[in-house]
T-cell receptor, first 112, second 114 residues
């Protein structure tokens, strides 16, 4: 079955710096890769996703890149702000299936 | 649109009791997914249901756990004879069609077994 590894587990950056979180997956048939942000005690919220037919997607300060050959994808947050502090989860799935396989999360701290 | 509604938000049960967690999908969504999140961990898929059907229960423990999504009413995740290890946050998500596009999570039920 699919396995998703996520690194780093914790990340601390200064406000205004960039943050990069990386994930690898094992199932070459996976074709959908969402990223979720979870604040303490709250629900995971979808912040960006990418499908296997594209290599990069951008939404304001957030971008995701996908390398299908290497089976890894990354989240890039530019000009970080204190409100970006949260736990970020990557996930992978085959579009035809109903379940997402999540990484273990990255706790991002943005210091003012 | 009220979003995915889960209740209760917090549930405390003594060891050996039953826990019932409810999930009402977003309006127009007929697919429901349950996930469990242990402290400091990611979400783990448990079960995927459509109305009156279990589509995939590959992540559900074989004993004590069951799920249903009746024709009328919310989806129910039922845990019988709870143990301390069942303490976790249980999240429900819904989507309008098969597959994972448009996944929206509810606020979760935090189960504590004492």
């Amino acid at each position: 079955g699919e396995n998703v590894e996520q690194h780093p587990s914790t990340l601390s950056v200064q406000e205004g710096d960039s943050a990069v979180i990386k994930c690898t997956y094992s199932d070459s048939a996976s074709n959908y890769f969402p990223w979720y942000k979870q604040e303490l005690g709250k629900r995971p919220q979808l912040i960006i996703d990418i499908r296997s037919n594209v290599g990069e997607k951008k939404d304001q300060r957030i971008a995701v890149t996908l390398n299908k050959t290497a089976k890894h994808f990354s989240l890039h947050i530019t000009e970080t702000q204190p409100e970006d502090s949260a736990v970020y989860f990557c996930a992978a799935s085959r579009r035809s299936q109903g379940n997402l396989i999540f990484g273990k999360g990255t706790k991002l701290s943005v210091k003012p | 649109n009220a979003g995915v509604m889960q209740n209760p938000r917090h549930l405390v049960r003594r060891r050996g009791q039953e826990a019932r967690l409810r999930c009402s999908p977003m309006k127009g969504h007929s697919h429901v997914y349950w996930y469990r999140q242990l402290p400091e961990e990611g979400l783990k898929f448990m079960v995927y249901l459509q109305k009156e059907n279990i589509i995939d229960e590959s992540g559900m423990p074989k004993e004590r756990f069951s799920a249903e999504f009746p024709k009328e009413g919310p989806s129910i995740l039922r845990i019988q004879q709870v143990v301390r290890g069942d303490s976790a946050a249980y999240f429900c998500a819904s989507s309008p069609v098969t597959g994972v596009y448009g996944y929206t999570f509810g606020s979760g039920t935090r189960l504590t077994v004492v």
